[in-house]
């Protein structure tokens, strides 16, 4: 069985309705950050969440739907549709309003299932103008196992333009097929949440959890117990303060405070626009 850098946080999240939360930045996201919030998303076809408008500054979100089409609209105007498999990425900055709403299918896709994770901005981008970006599955870059969703695996390298020294994969394994991770040297934090499967990592074996392991260097193995399917980020520590507000997430009051004011003057704008409910 594989062993590993050890663990010291497992947990199956907590649910509410279709969404498992998995970390936020009050708890788990204190020890992953720059990743600092994760739900997973599972719900019966033909409905799901439909998230209307609402706002976030300080942050940049990246939402992976596994099974379903998204549409995604912003403040701005901007509208996409994301394709299974691809990729919905935001760079909320000093401000900015979206929503998104499962494509309806035919036939109805049986489970709709996604990941949406919010990671900190640091203090060179958090006021910085908001900003979106969209690939479709073909887009997304893959190295063996491995959907390159940020950074690189190899010679895969994403498109998406980022402020940090970070990875984010989805990895899929066959029943007994191992992989092993070498993060780079700078990389401290790494996480692993298992979605599918039974997966053995660090003389553990996770099933629906996610696991953080101690910061460190050295390599992961992973194992895989039946079809696993399973998120892997690492990155260098975030060495800021997490500084929250109701849709925000700086590293300063001050800096909370002109996000807080721009995403409000943003809201009145949607508000005399009848753009919100």
Known sequence: MPTSRPLTTRTSGRRHGPITRLMSPGDIGQLTKPFIFLDYVEAPGGGGPNFGFHPHSGIATLTYPLTFDIRHETSSGQVDVVRQGGI?????????????????????????????????????HELAPASALFLQPHEVPVAGPVRVL?????????????PWDLNYFWVTLKDGERWH??????HQVAWAFAQRGTLHVAGTRLVRELAVFEDGHAGLDFEAEGDCAFLLGSAAKHP?????????????PATLASG???????????QQQGRLS
């Open 150 to 162: 940020l950074g690189s695996c190899g010679e895969a390298v994403s498109p998406i333009p980022t």
């Open 88 to 124: 919905e990425w935001m760079a909320a900055g000093r401000g900015i309003w979206h929503r998104a709403q499962p494509v309806p299918s035919d036939p109805p896709t049986q489970t709709l299932q996604a990941f949406q994770i919010w990671f900190a901005l640091p203090p060179s």
């Open 181 to 186: 991770y070498q993060p780079p040297a700078t």
């Open 240 to 252: 800021h303060a997490l500084v929250l507000g109701p849709y925000s997430v700086h590293s300063s």
């Open 260 to 270: 807080v004011r721009h995403i409000a003057e943003l809201g009145e704008q949607l």
